[in-house]
């Protein structure tokens, strides 16, 4: 199953590289972790991210589909007990993926967390003893944590065409951002901030648009602004089109991509350029 699973190869092998991201020396270029869910995974050309700002950003991502929250505050946790120190930590996540109350069941307990990671997320969360075990055994057994992936897959090469079915009967998710998630949202940027300067590293919160995004945006970037974190939006959501997007409507395509991936090259150095010499500005 490891062999045969693309994300878990992928993510395997951008874990470890990110394991070796070290503080850039004076000349260096500035050591980038970034880390996300599918929508920087459909939604950054990486190879393309690290030509255009080679010698300016050193970058090392990990994207997870299906990841929020919880999984990336217990992932970077780990991360840095393990020795990563980066410069700079990007964390791209919808509005509604930061205030979301989960944690992913498949390949989080395996790749991102340890057991004691899982027991606490298993709290944050409220998970109860059951959905509690099975986590935890997913975290031991590579079969328990892909056993569901696998069954899909399974299903794919049996069945005709199944991929296409599973878009048909598949309900669009809803990335509405709710009106009382202001102040949760700056309790999760805060913890984030938290976690990232006991390390030494620096905090940018990157926002990836999906149709949904627009008040949710607005409502992070309050909220970040009240605790002192640093938002980064590089496209409006309302300059895209529908032809941006895949069929479900939240992740982007090849075109909205490729748009994506401008603003980010754009923005994303000289945003970090500003965070630096904000932090070296004494108070």
């Not at 990836?208 to 309050?222: D, F, K, L, N």
């Not at 909220?223 to 938002?231: D, E, F, K, L, Y």
């Not at 069929?247 to 994506?260: M, Q, V």
Request: glycine share 4%; with cysteine; aromatic share 8%.
């Amino acid at each position: 199953m490891k062999e045969r699973s693309a994300t878990y190869r992928r993510v395997s092998r951008q874990y470890a590289d990110a394991l070796s991201a070290r503080r850039s020396k004076d000349g260096e270029p500035t050591s980038v972790l970034m880390v996300g869910n599918s929508l920087l995974l459909d939604g950054v050309d990486v190879p393309r991210l690290r030509a255009s700002t080679s010698d300016r950003l050193r970058l090392y991502p990990i994207f997870l589909e299906f990841s929020s929250y919880y999984d990336w505050l217990y992932a970077l946790d780990r991360l840095f007990r393990l020795g990563s120190r980066p410069d700079v930590v990007v964390v791209g996540l919808g509005p509604d993926s930061l205030i979301e109350n989960a944690v992913r069941a498949e390949y989080s307990p395996l790749l991102l967390l340890d057991a004691d990671d899982v027991r606490r997320v298993s709290d944050d969360v409220g998970l109860d003893r059951t959905a509690s075990v099975n986590l935890l055994l997913a975290h031991w057994s590579t079969f328990w944590d892909l056993r569901r992936v696998f069954r899909v897959q399974l299903m794919r090469h049996l069945i005709p065409y199944a991929e296409d079915f599973f878009a048909v009967v598949r309900p669009r998710r809803d990335a509405s951002f709710p009106s009382d998630g202001r102040v949760e949202a700056a309790r999760r940027l805060r913890q984030l901030q938290t976690l990232t300067g006991k390390y030494g590293s620096r905090l940018i919160f990157l926002i990836p648009p999906t149709p949904a995004s627009e008040t949710g945006i607005r409502s992070v970037t309050v909220a970040a602004r009240t605790v002192g974190v640093n938002v980064l939006v590089p496209i409006d959501p309302v300059t895209l089109s529908e032809s941006c997007y895949q069929p479900d409507g939240i992740h982007l395509n090849t075109d909205g991509a490729t748009r994506f991936t401008s603003a980010l090259v754009r923005n994303l150095p000289d945003r970090i350029t500003a965070t630096d010499r904000l932090a070296a500005t004494p108070e």
